[in-house]
């Protein structure tokens, strides 16, 4: 529990900033090298390889170096816990619901 | 889309920590006060009242002051851009392994 708890915290901490989420959006349409990834955005090149080591760290980008190219992959399996975690918050919510619904029929 | 990405980032940042993470968790299942929120947790009041704050800030809680008692409701509703977000990603990636499944097919 403890370890899923460090996850989610490590995977929304990086999903928390707009470029990182840039690069995710970019990575989610296929692999791409760190220059392909810095070139469209605004920052420097270095501020790019700080956000993928965040993203490395958490899980949700995995990358391999082959000659002078690091080319980056999303790993969309990473999403699952915060999706998992985020449905189960809306059930519980939507049960409530339910169950207040029923209370007001009854009475 | 500047405006959601905004509220992207509080949202994602005020779940990447565990202990607003309880909150919401205990919130799902229906309204609080702060004491009720702070009573189970091994944090101290002032600290649970800083992460209810951030929570308001990103909209995922609002809170009523009545006399003396301040009641916390969680707002589902904040959570659905975010769900969104993660869900637009994994699509694209599914459509990008079905083009790929169709180009190995045709070979």
């Known amino acids: 529990m403890l370890k899923q708890r460090d996850e989610l ?17 970019r990575l989610s349409r296929g692999p791409a090298s760190v220059s392909e990834l810095a070139n469209p955005m605004s920052i420097s090149l270095p501020a ?16 391999e170096k082959v000659g002078r190219v690091r080319t980056c992959r999303l790993q969309p399996a990473t999403l699952r816990p915060v999706e998992r975690w985020i449905g ?13 619904g029923d209370y007001l029929d009854d009475r």
């Open 9 to 25: 915290d490590l995977v929304l901490h990086a999903l928390s900033d707009p470029s990182r989420r840039t690069i995710v959006e």
């Open 88 to 100: 189960d918050r809306r059930s519980a919510w939507e049960r409530r619901l339910d169950r207040l």
């Open 48 to 63: 790019v390889v700080q956000h993928i080591q965040v993203l490395e760290t958490s899980g949700l980008v995995e990358s």
